[in-house]
C-alpha cells in the first residue's frame, strides 16, 4: 500500500483515503481493537494520529515511549488501514514547560502564555526547537520502516497568530531585527520603505525596532510576514529531519479553514508533498469552502490533488429531517473539486477539552447515525472512484490571482475582507458552471497564464512587476483580462504609491485612476461584503443600472479616466455619475467597485461571451463541475434543484454524475 | 426580643423583621437620631449594619474604636429596632493593603486587583485571615451582651470570582495543589480523572498544576468548587469565633441573587443557622425571584423560612402612574414564598460610590413616595402577619433537584444557562398554581424524596450513585419522575461517560441514549433559552407537534432508543423525526430536549394529571401559592389579572389573602 | 502679512486663512514646489506644519536639523502662504524613547504603552519636559524672525487620556498627592470630602493614594481634572518660551472635536491667544458641531472668532451626486458661526500611517474633485470677505452655560451624555433662528450674564456659590432663566448634596426636588439621548401632553415640590403624573426632564416669546445666523430648503448672504 498510493502518482488520483483522526491514547487499550473494527467496517482506510501525543511519547525529557503506536500500526497495517502519522509539535507535555518556560510564547506585555492546550511555544526558542527535532527523529527512526505510513503531516494547523497571538518574545524579536537588516541592509532604507518620516517615525538604528509597538498596518504585516517563514522554516527542519530517514516519504501538514492562514501556504506547501486543508461543513460558508478548494489545488505551483485534513462529521443543520445527507453530498462535492483523500475530525467525541467537535463515534462509542452516513458515503466513493482511475483534478480556462500581501495588509488594516472579494469573484463564475483556477501571485511564472482564457484580478492592491510584465504578455498573446478596483495601487512595503493607479498597467486598461472614495462609512466592510442581509437602509451601498439592469456597488468605488478605454457602463448615480464604471480596452477589462452578486452575474455574463466560454444555469449552492471525463451536478440544498441547460433535474442532498466524451 | 424572635423558632415564622442597610458612618452624627425616628415611624424594626465599616472599627492597624456602634445599638434597641450585625470584611481598609500589599488578590498576570472598592483580599492569604479573625474577635466581645443583635450577618455577599476574578496567587495556587494532592492522592489518578492524555495534557508532578493556565471547562469547575471551599472556611472560622463569644447567636450571610453565586449556597448555609439571599425587585426577572426563592427554602437540608438579605427600596418601571405599588406585591410575594425578613437596601441613598442604588430616603434625607409605600406595606404585612402567627414555610409535594457541578460546568462551557433551564421548568410549574421545592442535591438523603409525588431532574449532566439509588427507590415506591435531556451523561469529574446516557437510569426511563445535536450554531444559548423574543428566524428552534398542539425545541435535542418505554410523543419534524422525544416507563418520564414555555406547560399537564395534582389557571408574571393556612392571590401586573379557576378578579398589584382549611 | 494679519486684530475678523496641514518631509523633495504652486493655485494662503516632525528636526540627541524648514518658510513666504508653525511634542522621535524609556506613559498594571504613533509620552517626565523644552527653544531660536509665521501651535491635539489611557507611572501619582495635599491640607479633609467613610474607603495618609485604584466616579474626575492641569503646565511652558523669543507671536493649540476634550478648553485657552478646534465634517453631527463652534466662539471668556484647526477635505456621503458641495457649505457654516480660518487635513494623502484620512490630494498627487471643490469654496468665501471685512462674530442674547466638573463626572459616571444635553438644547433654539453663546462656567464673572436676555442650564449638577450669586442678580435685573433637572445637586467634590435640588436657587425657581427616577432602565443613555431611533418600545421614553402638544421624556425626571412656582405644566403619566414637570418662578424656568426636540421645541416657543426675542423657522439641519450685517442662509441637506419666515426657497448644499441694516 505504501509506495503505489503515494500522492503523486499522477496514475491514480481518485479517492484514495477515507480517514479520521484518532487519539487512542485518550481512549481504553481494551477499546482499541474494537474501534479498528468499526473504522474497517465502515470502509475507513486510513487513520491521522499522533499529533496531540507527544506527552505519552516523551512522557520524561529524554525518556521515549513508542511501544503502544507500534503496536498500533501493526494492527492497523494488518486490517488494512494506512497511517498518516503526525510530528506532535502542536501540544508540547506539561513537564516542558514547566522545567523550561522559556520555551512558552509572550504576548506583548512581556507575559506567558497560558500552556493549557495547544501551540503556547515560542518558534525561536532554541530549547523548543531542539525539542521538536528530537522528537521527529526519535518518532522517524522508530517508524523508519513501518508500511502503515502512507504519508506524514508536520504538526497540526500550524498557526502563528490564531490561537494566542503572535510570539513577541526577545528572542523573536531579534530575529526580526536581523531579518529587516538582511532585507532593508540600512536603516535609511528601512525608513524610505516604511514611510518613517510621518510620526517622527524614523529609526536610527535597528535595535530601537520592536514588533510589539506596531501600530502601522503594513509595519504589522511584515512582523505577519515574518513569523510566516519562522513557522515554514519551523516545519522544513522536521521535513528534513524525516526524507534523510526515509526518503521515500511523502509529507504534508494541515493549514487551517481560510485563505490566509497566518502561516502562508503559498509559502509552505510548495517544500511539502501534497497539499491538506482543514474544511469544515457549514451551509453558510459553501461558497467559501468552493473557492478554497479551487486554491488548494493549485497551492504548489502546479494543478495537483489535495487532501481534506480534517471534516466535520457531522451535519450543523439539524432542523432538516434528510439533514444527514449533507455528509454525503459534502464529500462528493469535496472530490469533485479534486480531493483525493478526506480526513474526518475525529474518530469518537472527545470526553473532555474539546467535546463539542463532532464526531463519528458519540462519547459511548455505540455507531450512530453519522457512522451509517459516513460509512454509505464512503462505500458509494470508493466504489465510483475505482470504476473511475486516475481522474486529473478538474482543468480550468479561467484563472483567478490572489495575493498574500493584500491579504496581510487588509487583514490588519481592518478594512473589506480582501478573501471574501475573491470567494465573491468565483461565486459568479460557479453560478454559470464555470470553475476558475485560484492561483497565489507568488506562484506564477511567465509560462503559466498562457494556459487560461480569462484571468482575474479582483481588488489586488499589490503586483509585483514581474506579473504586471506576464500579464502584458498574456494579453498579447489573446487572453482576456478582468481586474477589479484597487489594483496595483501599493507597493511592495505596503504603501500607496504616489503614482495613479493601476501601476505598470494604465496603458494594459487604457485608463488611470487618481481619486477612490468610501461609500459607507463607520462600517465593517468585512462583514458586509460577504453578508448583504445586515445592510442597514441607504447606507452601504449605491444602486446603479448596470448592463441595462440593476446593480448594487458595495462599500467603495473609484473614479476611472479613460484615456484609450472604451466605456461599457458609467456609474448612474452617486458621487461618480458619469464617470466610467466598467470598462475594456483591448481585452482588458476594468470593473471599478465591488459589487453585490447580481451585478457580478452580469460581469460574468459578458466576460463569458467575450471569452467564448460556455455558460451554465446552476441553481444557488448548487455545483455542475467536471474532473476528468466525469461531469459532476450536485445539490447541497433541501429542495430539489434544476439545472435549466442541463435539463436536470436533482433531488435534495444528491450528487449525479455524467460521464463525458470530451472534457 | 433577642432570643424569642430567633428565626429558628418554629412556632412563630411569620414575618418578622422589615429592615434596611444603615450605613450611619458615612452621615453626619447629628442626623442619627432622626434617621431612628424615621425608622420606627415606618415600622422598620431592625438595620443590617457594619459590613463596609472596617475602617472605623479598626482606624489604625490595631488600634480599635467601637464607641459610635455601641451607642447606636442601645439607641436602636431603646426604640424597639433590632440589629443584624456584620462582620466587616467585605471592605478592609485602605491602610491593610498599602501596608500589606500580599493580602491582595492577583489576578492570571500576577497583577493585584484595585483595592478602591471591595471584595480585594486573598482568601488564602494567612495575614488577611489574621486580620479577618482578630476584627471578628474584637466585635464579638465589644456586642457580647447587647440585646439589639438579633442576628449576625458574616461579610458581605461573599464572592471569590464576581467581583475581581478568582485570585491566582501563588498561595492559592498551592493551596490548590494540596487540595488536589488529597483528593486524587496520585497524580495518575488526576490524569485519568481530567482525561490528560488529550493535548499531551498529563502531569508528571502536582507541581506542575498551575490554576491560570486552565483551559478546559472541568478544570475551572474544580478551581471554583476549590473557591467555594476556601471561602466557606473563612466564613467559617468567623462563625466559630461568634459562636465561642456567644453560642446563643443566630448566624447567616447574604448570598447575592444567583442560583449559583460562586460560593455555592449548599456548601456554605447548611452550616449557618439560617439563610438570606439578596434577590432585588425587577419585572424581567420576577420568575427567577420566584424559584430563586423556592431554592433558599430549602438549602439547608430542610423546609425553612429564609430572609432576603436585599432589596431594592425603588421600582425601575416608572412609566407606569401606579408603579409604586409593585414595592407592596413583590414583598407580599416574598412572603408567600416563605420569607420571614426583608431588608431594603439602604436607607438612604449613597451621596457617592454607590449613588445609584434605589433607597429608601433619596440624598436630602427628605422621605418622600418610597418611604411612604413601604411605610404602608409594613403596616399591613405586619397587621396580618400578627393575625397569623407562625405559618409555616410553603410546602410542595413536587421537587426539582439542582446540581452545583452541572451549575459551575455549564458556566465555564459558555453553552446554555443550567439554572434557566430549572426556573423555565419551575415556572412552567407555576402558571399552574403548583410550587415545587428546589433541592440542592449535595443534600438529598435516602429520605429527602418519599415526600413528594413528583421529581423534576432538569438537565442535570451528573447524578452521584447514591441519588441514583434513590431515584429506584423512590420510584418503587410510587413516585413519579420527569427527567429532560443531558441526564447523568458525566462523570463526577465533568467527563462525558464512555457508555450510553442516562448512566445508571436506563432501566428507570426504559431507554439509552447515544445522539444528541444542537438545533442551532453559532448561538449564544444562555440568552437564548432565556428569552425567545431574541430568535432570529429558522435557526434557533424547531417546531414540532406535542400532544396534539405545537410546541418549540430549543437550542439543543437527544436521540433516545426505547427499551422498555413507551412513546408518549415522536419527533415530527428534524433530524430526530420518527424518534422519541417525550417518553414514559412505568411512572419515569423522559424528555428529550429543551422546550419553550408552551411545551413545558403541555408536559405539566400531563405530569399533574398523573400524579393527581390539582392544577389552577394563573395569569402569567401572577401568583397562586399557599402557605400555611393561607392561599395567596399575588397580582405583579399592571393589568387586571383573573384566575379563572378561582373565579376571581384581581386589581392591578394587588394581593388576595384567602383563609382555607385544608391545606 | 505677519503683525498685520494677527487673529486679535479686531477690525478685521473676516475669513482669513484658509489652510490645511502639509507634512513636506514625507514627501520628495523635488515635489516641494509643485506643491506650493498648487496650493497656491487653490488659493490657500497658509499651511499647519512641524507637528509631527521632531525625528527630522532633532534626528539625533541634541543635534537639530532645521534648514529644510527654514527653505521651506521661505519658499510659502515667497507665495504668499503663511505658516502656522506647530511645536512637534505630540510624536517624540523613536531614538528618545529607546534611550530613555522612563518618558513613556504607563498604564494601569506598570507596563508602558506602546511608542509607534502618538502621545505616548509622559507629562509628568523630568526628562521629557527637557526635551519638550529644548526643542521648543530651537525652534523659537531658528525662527525668530521667519516673517512667514503668522501664529504657533502647541503639540497637536493635545489629550491625557484619548489615544493611551491616562499616564499612571509613580511620578504622576505622586505629583498627584502633592496636589491632592495642597488642596485639602489634611487627609480628613480629603475623606470628608471624598465620602471615605462607605466602603471603608478612609485614607490614613497621602501616601496611600493610588490613582489606579480608583473605582469611584469622582475620585476619577479629580484625577482627570489634574491631568487637565498638567497637560495646561507642558503646554505653558512652552508657550512661555516661545513668547520669550518673540512677544508678538500668536499662540494657540487645537483641541480635537469635543465639548470636554481631556485637556479641559475653559482651561487651557484663556491662556493661550485664540481657540483653535478641531471640527470634522459628517452629516450626522452638524448639531453637534454647530453648538462645538459657539462653544470655542466664547472659550477664552470673551466672544472671539475662532479657528478651525483641521476639518476633512473630503465628503463621507458619497451616493448623492452633488455631494461635493457639502465641503463648500460647510465652510460657509464655520465661517457664518464665526471661524476666522480654516484648516484642512491635510494636503495629501498619506502614503502609509493614516492612510484612510481624506485629502486635497490623492495619493497620486493629481488634483481631482476635492481640490477642485476646495478651491473654488476659497475664491468664493475669500471674495466675500474681502468685501465684508471686519465682521465680527455672531452675537446672542441667549447664553448656555456648560460645566467642566459636571462633563468629568458623566463622563465617569457612564450615565447620560452630559454635553448632548447641551447640544439638543442649542438645537432646538437653532431650530428657531436662535443661536446661543455657550459659556464655560469657569469664566463666568458678574458682568458675564447681563448682555443676555435668557440664560439656559442644562442639566448642570454642580453650581459654585458665586454662580448661584450671579444668577440671583441677573434676575434681578429681569434676565429670564431656564433651567433643566439635575440642577446643582452635587458639591464641588462631586458628590450629592445632603439637601433638596437645586441648592441654593429653590427660592430663585420657588420649588425644592428631593425625589427623581430613570425612566428607562439597563439603557446607555449616552446613545440613547442622542439618538431617538435606537429607542426599543415602550421602555425608553414617556411620552407625556405638554403645552397643549405632545412630547417624549428621555431616561430620567424629577419630581419637583413647588413652593411659590407656577406650573406650566404637570406631567399626565407616568410615576409622577400630576407633578410638576414645567414651572416658572417670576422669570425663573425649570422643566423637570430631559425631552425630545419635539418637547425642547415647545419649550422653546414659550420662553423666546416671554423673552421677546423672534423666532424663525429654520428647515431641519440648516442654519439662520447673522455675523455683523450678514445674515446666512445655509442648506446643509440634498434637498431645497424653504425658509418659510423669510420666503426663501434655498437650493441643494447652497448658502445664501443677505446684508442686513441693523443686527
Redesign the interface.
Known amino acids: 500500500m505504501h509506495s503505489s498510493n503515494s500522492p503523486d502518482s499522477s496514475e491514480e488520483t481518485s479517492m484514495k483515503y477515507f480517514g479520521c483522526a484518532w487519539?487512542p491514547?485518550?481512549?481504553?487499550r481494551e477499546r482499541w481493537a474494537e474501534d479498528i473494527r468499526l473504522m474497517k467496517e465502515a470502509g475507513i482506510n486510513a487513520v491521522r494520529m499522533g499529533e496531540?501525543?507527544?506527552?505519552?511519547f516523551e512522557?520524561?525529557e529524554g525518556k521515549f515511549e513508542f511501544s503502544d503506536y507500534r503496536h498500533l500500526l501493526e494492527k492497523l497495517h494488518e486490517n488494512g488501514i494506512a497511517v498518516l502519522l503526525c510530528t506532535?509539535t502542536a501540544?508540547?507535555?506539561?513537564?516542558m514547560s514547566?522545567r523550561y518556560p522559556e520555551i512558552l510564547k509572550s504576548d506583548?506585555?512581556g507575559?506567558p502564555v497560558?500552556?493549557?492546550?495547544?501551540r503556547h511555544c515560542c518558534p525561536s526558542s532554541l530549547k523548543f526547537r531542539e525539542f521538536s527535532r528530537r522528537i521527529t527523529e526519535k518518532m522517524a527512526e522508530t517508524f523508519r520502516d513501518s508500511p502503515a505510513i502512507f504519508a506524514w503531516q508536520l504538526d497540526n494547523e500550524i498557526a502563528a497568530e490564531a490561537e494566542h497571538g503572535f510570539c513577541f518574545c526577545d528572542g523573536c524579536a531579534k530575529r526580526f531585527r536581523t531579518h529587516l537588516e538582511m532585507k532593508y541592509r540600512t536603516v535609511e532604507n528601512l525608513n524610505a520603505a516604511?514611510?518613517?518620516?510621518?510620526?517622527?517615525?524614523?529609526?536610527?538604528?535597528f535595535?530601537?525596532i520592536d514588533p510589539?509597538?506596531?501600530?502601522?498596518?503594513?509595519?504589522k504585516a511584515e512582523y505577519a510576514q515574518f513569523m510566516s517563514s519562522l513557522y515554514t522554516e519551523l516545519a522544513y527542519e522536521q521535513r528534513d529531519i524525516l526524507r534523510q530517514v526515509n526518503p521515500s516519504w511523502k509529507i504534508t501538514t494541515n493549514s487551517w479553514t481560510s485563505f490566509l492562514p497566518d502561516v502562508a501556504p503559498d509559502e509552505i506547501y510548495p517544500g511539502l508533498d501534497f497539499a491538506s486543508c482543514d474544511t469544515y461543513l457549514?451551509n453558510d460558508s459553501l461558497e467559501f469552502s468552493h473557492s478554497f478548494w479551487d486554491y488548494y489545488r493549485n497551492i504548489r505551483g502546479k494543478r495537483q490533488a489535495f487532501t481534506v485534513g480534517e471534516t466535520g462529521a457531522?451535519?450543523?443543520v439539524?432542523?432538516?429531517?434528510d439533514?444527514?445527507q449533507v455528509l454525503r453530498t459534502w464529500a462528493w462535492d469535496a472530490f469533485a473539486h479534486g480531493a483525493e483523500n478526506l480526513f474526518y475530525f475525529r474518530w469518537r467525541?472527545?470526553?473532555?477539552?474539546?467535546?463539542s467537535h463532532p464526531s463519528i463515534l458519540?462519547?459511548?462509542?455505540?455507531p450512530?447515525?453519522?457512522y451509517g452516513i459516513i460509512s454509505r458515503t464512503i462505500r458509494e466513493i470508493r466504489a465510483f472512484s475505482g470504476q473511475h482511475p486516475g481522474l486529473p483534478p478538474p482543468e480550468s480556462n479561467v484563472a483567478i490571482l490572489t495575493d498574500r500581501l493584500t491579504g496581510f495588509i487588509t487583514k490588519y488594516r481592518d478594512d473589506y475582507s480582501y478573501f471574501h472579494a475573491v470567494v465573491r469573484m468565483n461565486q459568479a463564475l460557479n453560478e454559470t458552471g464555470v470553475h476558475a483556477d485560484i492561483l497565489p501571485l507568488s506562484l506564477i511564472t511567465e509560462h503559466t497564464l498562457s494556459a487560461y482564457k480569462l484571468v482575474i484580478l479582483p481588488q489586488i492592491e499589490h503586483l509585483p512587476d514581474a506579473v504586471c510584465r506576464f500579464l502584458h504578455e498574456y494579453r498579447r498573446n489573446g487572453g482576456k483580462i478582468l481586474a477589479q478596483c484597487r489594483l496595483n495601487?501599493m507597493d511592495e512595503?505596503?504603501?500607496?504609491?504616489?503614482?495613479?493607479?493601476p501601476a505598470n498597467l494604465q496603458k494594459l486598461f487604457g485608463l488611470h485612476i487618481?481619486?477612490?472614495?468610501?461609500?459607507c462609512?463607520g462600517v465593517d466592510f468585512r462583514e458586509f461584503e460577504y453578508n448583504e442581509r445586515t445592510l442597514p437602509e441607504?447606507n452601504r451601498s449605491?444602486d446603479v443600472e448596470f448592463m441595462g439592469k440593476q446593480a448594487r456597488l458595495l462599500s467603495f468605488?473609484e473614479?476611472p479616466i479613460p484615456d484609450t478605454c472604451r466605456i461599457l457602463q458609467e456609474y448612474t448615480?452617486?458621487?461618480y455619475?458619469g464617470a466610467p464604471l466598467f470598462t475594456e480596452h483591448d481585452g482588458a477589462f476594468y470593473l471599478a467597485a465591488p459589487m453585490n452578486r447580481e451585478g457580478l452575474a452580469l460581469v460574468m455574463r459578458h466576460l463569458l461571451k467575450q471569452c467564448g466560454i460556455p455558460r451554465f444555469h446552476v441553481p444557488p449552492k448548487c455545483q455542475r463541475i467536471q474532473r476528468g471525463t466525469i461531469l459532476f451536478y450536485i445539490n447541497n440544498t433541501a429542495d430539489t434543484a434544476v439545472f435549466e441547460d442541463d435539463g436536470i433535474e436533482l433531488p435534495p442532498y444528491e450528487c449525479l454524475r455524467k460521464e463525458i466524451r470530451e472534457r
Open positions: 487519539y491514547e485518550a481512549w481504553p496531540f501525543n507527544w506527552g505519552r512522557p520524561q506532535p501540544a508540547p507535555p506539561k513537564w514547566s506583548k506585555t507575559q497560558y500552556d493549557g492546550n495547544r516604511w514611510n518613517g518620516a510621518f510620526w517622527s517615525g524614523d529609526f536610527t538604528s535595535d530601537e510589539r509597538n506596531f501600530k502601522r498596518v503594513s509595519w457549514g457531522w451535519n450543523p439539524t432542523t432538516q429531517k439533514a444527514y467525541q472527545s470526553l473532555m477539552g474539546e467535546e458519540p462519547w459511548s462509542g455505540n450512530g447515525e453519522a495601487r512595503f505596503g504603501k500607496y504609491r504616489m503614482e495613479s493607479a487618481d481619486e477612490s472614495c468610501n461609500i462609512k441607504n449605491l468605488m473614479k448615480a452617486g458621487l455619475q
